[in-house]
């Protein structure tokens, strides 16, 4: 008999001792044994909001919203009641918000604008030349064959039509070499004006400017290929 008396003794005891640990709501220990549901009612919602797709694109509202909860908490036990509800119906709508967060949209590419050259002067007849590399060469491609030969043409049926011929690059590697890269393209498509179609040499000039004047984007592969190119300027003729 009195070990029952005991046991049950012991077990009130520690029921007593559990009713009386200290609860607390974001972080701030509650200072009487209820509090208004719209605490747990927010824990809840911010809960959810961490279990939800949208988390991981507005973490900061997700921290924003259990910050009001701590901050509510703190005011209603400054006995600011209507302070603290407002605070966490704020805290519950910013978690809803996170919930609907999704991936920024991904960004339109525009086409590249290209430029149409100017009209020749009246009187006059004009022709352009654009040869493109393969990256780190400077070696003319047989497929620009017939291209460089309509200059050719150009150049022979005018004699005293000059052309200056510019190398450029794009912009991987370092400055100085791709200078160098530029004018060794210039050259190359120089000597096979003169080599293969017979122009004289004292006609055509050459410069290298490397990286310094792109005509595309260097950061996609095709832009990069434009940007590899000799462009050469070719004096106008009067057309009889």
Not at 5 to 31: E, K, N
Not at 84 to 107: F, H, N, Q, T, W
Not at 142 to 160: D, L, Q, R
Request: glycine residues 6%; proline residues 7%; hydrophobic residues 35%.
């Amino acid at each position: 008999m009195k070990k029952c008396f005991l046991l049950s003794g012991l077990m009130m005891l520690l029921l007593f001792a559990a009713s009386c640990a200290p609860t607390y709501h974001f972080g701030v220990q509650d200072r009487a044994m209820q509090v208004p549901d719209e605490f747990g009612q927010t824990e809840a919602v911010i809960a959810q909001a961490e279990q939800s797709p949208g988390a991981k694109y507005c973490p900061e509202k997700i921290a924003k919203a259990k910050d009001l909860g701590r901050q509510a908490a703190e005011t209603y036990w400054a006995c600011n009641n209507d302070e603290a509800m407002r605070l966490l119906a704020e805290a519950r709508k910013l978690a809803k918000d996170a919930e609907g967060c999704a991936p920024p949209p991904v960004a339109q590419v525009e086409p590249e604008k290209v430029v149409a050259p100017p009209p020749p002067p009246p009187g006059k007849v004009c022709i352009t030349l654009n040869v493109q590399f393969d990256y780190n060469k400077a070696v003319v491609k047989p497929k620009y064959h017939n291209v460089i030969g309509k200059v050719a043409e150009f150049m022979k049926k005018y004699p005293t039509t000059t052309a200056e011929i510019g190398g450029h690059t794009d912009n991987r590697g370092t400055a100085s070499y791709n200078m160098k890269l530029s004018e060794r393209r210039a050259v190359s498509v120089k000597n096979y004006l003169v080599e293969k179609f017979g122009i004289e040499s004292s006609r055509l000039s050459t410069k290298g400017y490397g990286f310094s004047k792109p005509v595309a984007t260097n950061k996609t592969a095709a832009g990069r290929q434009k940007n590899r190119r000799i462009e050469a300027v070719i004096e106008c003729a009067e057309e009889k």
